[in-house]
């Protein structure tokens, strides 16, 4: 049984860092492309980051490069999202996806692209 789960959400005032954590089992993780998602109030889903499998290629939305990064612990089954430079824009509920059965390599960008959800993590950015 898939299943993922966010952790390391939290407060924090503009500038600082928080680092979150998606849990992940019921599959190898370096097999699947995991990606990370923030979801504002009367936003859409809006892709941050993603790690591709087999050789961990990354991608970032424009608004976070410099400022995130994303990486893998295939040993303890953990991803990780650093951020940096926090800013009160970055408030939001913050997800971890796996997509599955991509091809190797593959960076997926989209809410349709991914099968399975963990349940979120809070991030607000305010003084």
């Known amino acids: 049984q898939v299943r993922l789960v966010e952790s390391g959400g939290g407060l924090v005032q503009p500038g600082g860092s928080l680092r979150l954590a998606c849990a992940v089992s019921?599959?190898?993780?370096?097999?699947?492309?995991i990606g990370w998602f923030r979801q504002a109030p009367g936003k859409e889903r809006e892709g941050v980051s993603c790690?591709?499998?087999?050789?961990?290629?990354?991608y970032y939305v424009d608004s976070v490069k410099g400022r995130f990064t994303i990486s893998r612990d295939n040993n303890k089954n953990m991803v990780y999202l650093q951020m940096n430079s926090l800013k009160p824009e970055d408030t939001a509920v913050y997800y971890c996806?796996?997509?599955?059965?991509?091809?190797?390599?593959?960076?997926?960008?989209?809410?349709?692209?991914?099968?399975?959800w963990g349940q979120g993590t809070q991030v607000t950015v305010s003084s």
């Open positions: 996806g796996a997509a599955v059965g991509l091809r190797v390599g593959a960076r997926p960008t989209q809410p349709t692209d991914y099968d399975y």
């Open positions: 019921g599959f190898t993780l370096d097999y699947h492309a």
């Open positions: 790690i591709s499998s087999g050789d961990g290629d990354t």
